[in-house]
């Protein structure tokens, strides 16, 4: 089925863009309470504007260009039954980032407060979330090649500025850093010890502190168990990529955060796969220059690394109980 960008009209009068492949079963859905969080206190909601859309990045790309209308522009669309002309950046693809992305996070370091973000907020939009978003949708679409199973969504891969300080000392609102994360379809998109989430690809832009990466990070218990169990299991297959010598000289050994001093319990010291069980993470990855960073290549770049670094991750996925895809469904 082809896929669809619709615009809702909400109870309140303000309006909802979405993408689907199924336009009345989703905007079922959204009257059900089961659509977006946004519409589930404006309902009843009705269907406004359809549009088609070749493929699923696509349709992802002219989402974001219709939300970053005014009300008014997108009323007019809705009357002319017509997209309307968007500016040159809206949908345009991944132009790279400029220093201003970098300059922008640097100040943020030092000027962490609720009140100077707001009163540059737009430099963040334009100068660093508008191109992330962008540079998603171009990864997704060289993914969908490379890595099927894995993607990239402008809604949910980029993680939020906004840090969670309930239980931090460090009460500075905002990250001083912007990243994404590529994950497996059947998985999600969660990470760390309090997600079931699977192995994927990660993008971190900072000054002094660019990097890309793979793996899973900090996995809760159960998945942890399923990683040493295929490391017992499938030792030999496992040391075959990680210690290839062209994974070795691009992306160095695996990171070594927060490993065991000894062994898991159950597992005798002279284990043969004792060199691996006392890893809590399982992620490669390597640092990236401010220029290479800020470099109109920066796509390529990612997309190059991601796809030597694909084994590794559908490794890590198999053991965990996720597919590999010769092909996007």
């Given at each position: 089925m082809a896929w669809t960008v619709y615009l809702l009209r909400c109870a309140d009068g303000s309006l909802y863009t979405g993408i689907s492949r199924e336009v009345q079963r989703r905007l079922r859905a959204h009257n059900g309470g089961r659509g977006a969080a946004y519409t589930r206190g404006r309902r009843p909601v009705t269907l406004a504007y359809t549009e088609p859309a070749a493929d699923r990045s696509a349709a992802l790309r002219r989402e974001w260009a219709i939300k970053q209308l005014s009300h008014g522009e997108k009323?007019?669309?809705i009357t002319r039954r017509?997209?309307?002309a968007v500016g040159?950046?809206?949908?345009a693809g991944f132009a790279g980032f400029r220093p201003a992305a970098l300059r922008f996070l640097r100040e943020l370091r030092?000027?962490?407060t609720r009140t100077w973000f707001e009163s540059n907020r737009a430099i963040y939009e334009r100068e660093v979330k508008a191109p992330f978003?962008?540079?998603i949708e171009d990864l997704d679409v060289a993914l969908a090649r490379t890595a099927p199973e894995i993607v990239g969504d402008p809604r949910r891969s980029m993680?939020?500025?906004?840090r969670d300080v309930r239980f931090s000392r460090d009460k500075s609102p905002y990250k001083t850093h912007a990243a994404c994360w590529f994950y497996h379809m059947d998985a999600g998109r969660g990470v760390g010890s309090e997600a079931e989430g699977?192995?994927?690809f990660y993008f971190q832009l900072a000054p002094g502190d660019c990097v890309l990466g793979a793996g899973v990070w900090m996995p809760p218990r159960g998945s942890l168990a399923k990683l040493r169990q295929a490391l017992v299991d499938d030792q030999e297959g496992f040391e075959t990529i990680v210690l290839g010598r062209r994974l070795g000289r691009r992306f160095g050994t695996l990171d070594q955060e927060a490993m065991l001093s000894r062994l898991p319990r159950g597992y005798s010291p002279d284990h043969p796969a004792a060199r691996w069980l006392r890893y809590q993470s399982f992620t490669l990855g390597r640092s990236l220059s401010e220029r290479e960073a800020v470099s109109p290549r920066l796509r390529q770049i990612l997309a190059r690394d991601f796809a030597m670094l694909t084994p590794f991750v559908r490794w890590l996925n198999r053991a965990l109980g996720f597919r590999a895809l010769d092909r996007r469904v």
């Open positions: 009323e007019a669309m017509q997209p309307p040159p950046r809206a949908g030092s000027r962490n978003l962008a540079l993680f939020r500025i906004h699977g192995a994927g």
